[in-house]
């Protein structure tokens, strides 16, 4: 039998507790601002911006939502996916400009933690 869950998308309560945490910190690096015109970016893209090591800093942070899937023991197969979600957004970020760009449309981190529920929720 499941438990309940605080979020429909996981598993258990301590799974819930982890993805809500991660789904947290993935809107705070990449939707977090609204921009005029509706359109929300996140921190980021803003770290981003910070020539030489903004998108070091970003690859890190996003770095942390894949090893938190690694301690639930996701599988390597999603673990993959995850890591090159973060490594597209940093290889590409680096290029001026167009990697600006594309750092606040990417959104790696929504992306790799609706991998990890999706995960979470197919595998109870």
Do not use: C
């Amino acid at each position: 039998m499941k438990a309940k869950s605080a979020n429909p998308n996981t598993v258990n309560k301590g799974h819930a507790a982890i993805s809500q945490r991660l789904e947290r910190l993935a809107w705070l690096l990449d939707s977090s601002i609204r921009l005029p015109g509706g359109y929300r970016v996140g921190l980021d893209g803003v770290i981003g911006l910070i020539p030489g090591i903004g998108d070091l800093i970003g690859a890190g942070l996003s770095s942390y939502i894949v090893v938190e899937a690694a301690r639930l023991k996701v599988p390597l197969r999603v673990l993959a996916r995850m890591g090159l979600n973060v490594l597209i957004e940093f290889v590409v970020g680096i290029v001026p400009i167009f990697g600006d760009i594309f750092d606040f449309a990417f959104k790696a981190n929504l992306r790799n933690v609706r991998l990890l529920n999706a995960y979470l929720r197919n595998n109870a």
